[in-house]
């Protein structure tokens, strides 16, 4: 605090008021007391209350508090000389620390036992025998002209190498040491690495699992709704015009809206009083039908499916029922002839159902090459 209030020197007499009690000089970073409100230094009371917390005016105990704006305002308007001698500068109060170490005046000292303002210090340098440096012609390095005599290139060159080689094993010995870590570190990471990708190709074809399953279930989502929508559209049209007998899917014959036709089995005569969409007649077998779009065509207008059984060598109702051969009592449910009727007594009829075709119908052109490769037995 001594040091640094020296260079505070007033140029005119400082005010009572704005200077301090305890030191009596003005008042450096001034905060006043909060009873009697007497200007004092902060260092000057941080000093003070080690010995007695009071103020020194009042007695009363010490809390500072900050002096008033139009106090400090005052104290910043004060005007102080430069300490170094020949400088006549007026210095603010926060000018001064800056400019005692700025000042061109200020005295400085050589380590070569010169003294004097630092305006003349650069001109000293360039003469003094400490800051002259002379090149080495074999290191060409700066060497101090005071110490140019007693350079050893090869001298210094040599500690300088010793010196070079112990921080080189030094630093050999840390980079072993961190190469080691390093790699000791590289090869957990790529274990950790190893596991994580293991697990991810577990959860990959875990997933592949589970959307192979969930593909599969998909569709057999869709095959039973189609299915449940089918059986429904059945069950929605086949009770209002077939109350007998019992629908058959075809094998290929669909209507002009791609629905499946339907064999009619065992109606009961209830067929006679269907009329054909084909040939417009109701005293006729209306056997097939389709239940969505709700019309019917008779055997004579669409010849019944025979189909072909390989394994027994035998030919099939529409039912795909196994039809056997039958002479006498035969009616024939395409053209309603019966044995007396026919030209050639005799034909086929299902013993499951109640289709039969006479032999007169079995020579049509659409059953003539099924029925040689498959004889009725």
């Not at 630093?171 to 080691?180: F, G, L, P, Q, R």
């Not at 690495?193 to 990959?204: A, D, N, S």
């Not at 499951?352 to 049509?364: K, M, Y």
Request: glycine residues 4%; contains cysteine; charged residues 30%.
């Amino acid at each position: 605090m001594e040091e640094k209030r020296q260079y505070f020197i007033p140029i005119k007499e400082i005010n009572q008021n704005l200077s301090c009690k305890i030191c009596k000089n003005v008042a450096l970073n001034a905060i006043e007391c909060q009873t009697c409100e007497q200007l004092y230094c902060e260092e000057c009371v941080i000093f003070w209350k080690r010995k007695k917390n009071e103020c020194p005016e009042c007695k009363e105990q010490f809390k500072t508090k900050q002096p008033h704006r139009l106090i400090r305002e005052e104290l910043s308007k004060q005007k102080f000389s430069c300490i170094n001698q020949g400088c006549k500068v007026e210095l603010l109060m926060n000018e001064v620390i800056q400019h005692i170490n700025e000042c061109q005046f200020k005295n400085v000292n050589c380590i070569c036992g010169w003294s004097g303002p630092q305006s003349k210090q650069k001109y000293h340098e360039q003469t003094c025998q400490q800051f002259i440096t002379k090149q080495c012609n074999i290191c060409k390095e700066e060497i101090k002209l005071y110490k140019y005599q007693n350079h050893n290139c090869f001298f210094e060159f040599q500690q300088k190498l010793e010196k070079i080689t112990e921080k080189f094993y030094e630093y050999k010995e840390t980079s072993e040491y961190s190469i080691k870590e390093l790699k000791n570190q590289q090869n957990k990471e790529y274990n950790e690495l190893q596991i994580i990708k293991e697990q991810i190709k577990g959860i990959g074809q875990e997933t592949n699992d589970l959307k192979k399953q969930f593909t599969d279930l998909t569709q057999l989502l869709r095959s039973s709704e189609q299915k449940c929508k089918q059986l429904l559209e059945v069950q929605q049209y086949t009770g209002p015009f077939i109350t007998q007998g019992k629908l058959i899917e075809s094998k290929s014959l669909q209507c002009s809206k791609d629905h499946m036709i339907k064999y009619w089995m065992n109606p009961q005569g209830e067929e006679k009083t269907k009329k054909c969409l084909k040939c417009q007649k109701t005293q006729v077998n209306c056997r097939y039908c389709c239940p969505i779009c709700v019309f019917f065509v008779c055997l004579k207008c669409q010849e019944p499916e025979l189909t072909r059984n390989p394994h027994e060598n035998s030919v099939l109702c529409p039912a795909r029922h196994k039809i056997t051969k039958k002479i006498q009592g035969l009616i024939c449910t395409i053209c309603e002839k019966n044995s007396s009727q026919m030209r050639n007594p005799g034909g086929a009829n299902c013993t499951e159902c109640d289709f039969a075709i006479c032999f007169e119908c079995l020579e049509n052109e659409r059953y003539k090459g099924r029925v040689q490769q498959c004889p009725v037995q």
